[in-house]
Antibody, heavy 117, light 102 residues
């Protein structure tokens, strides 16, 4: 069973870069069978997709965030990562890493990131 | 593509039948999933390809579709079914339906 676990700072200052890592167990991030993704959920609101990452390293990003978001793989650690630059209070949310074959079969438990000085 | 879920909130009692809707703004074929999210938890995949239950999902959850209209039916509500439900196609999520106890 594939399991995902997010890690990273829970507090980020405005204008700085939010960096999160997702550690995958029970599956390989380099497997062509899976895609990987980051999804966020502002408090009390719905789900917003941030981007897709494939075993080849290719990516698709949410156009509304494209200039600020970067997803990357670390196959040596079986991890994938999110970087979101120039954050504001509007980026405060629970951030989930997720993955699957065609749908989001697997989710991390989520990590709350607050943007505040 | 926009996914519009209705109603926003559905108030029912245990044992009742729940019908949740998700309408796509254009054809998505049957490439639609349903997720359940309980407070403080990550979403959980319930239904894929519009009508296929994910592993371990009880038979009371049924997905169906006609054209661009998708439906999640819970035949007889159990206490643990009260949650928020989202539909999803590729990189788009619906806004969610909150199923609450009446």
């Amino acid at each position: 069973q594939v399991q995902l676990q997010e890690s990273g700072p829970g507090l980020v200052k405005p204008s700085e870069t939010l960096s999160l890592t997702c550690t995958v167990s029970g599956g390989s991030v380099s497997s062509g069978s899976y895609f990987w993704s980051w999804i966020r959920q502002p408090p009390g609101k719905g789900l917003e997709w941030l981007g897709f990452l494939y075993s080849s390293g290719s990516t698709n990003y949410n156009p509304s965030l494209k200039s600020r978001v970067t997803l990357s793989l670390d196959t040596s650690k079986n991890q994938f990562s999110l970087k979101l630059t120039s954050v504001t209070a509007a980026d405060t949310a629970v951030y989930y890493c997720a993955g699957g074959t065609y749908y989001f079969d697997y989710w991390g438990q989520g990590t709350l990131v607050t943007v505040s000085s | 593509i926009v996914l519009t879920q209705s109603p926003a909130t559905l108030s029912l009692s245990p044992g009742e039948r729940a019908t949740l809707s998700c309408r796509a703004s254009q054809s998505v074929s049957n490439y639609l999933a349903w997720y359940q999210q309980k407070p403080g938890q990550a979403p959980r995949l319930l239904i894929s390809d519009a009508s296929n239950r994910a592993t371990g999902i009880p038979a009371r959850f049924t997905g169906s579709w006609s054209g661009t209209d998708f439906t999640l039916t819970i035949s007889s509500l159990e206490p643990e079914d009260f949650a928020v439900y989202f539909c999803q196609h590729l990189n788009t999520f619906g806004q969610g339906t909150k199923l609450e106890i009446k």
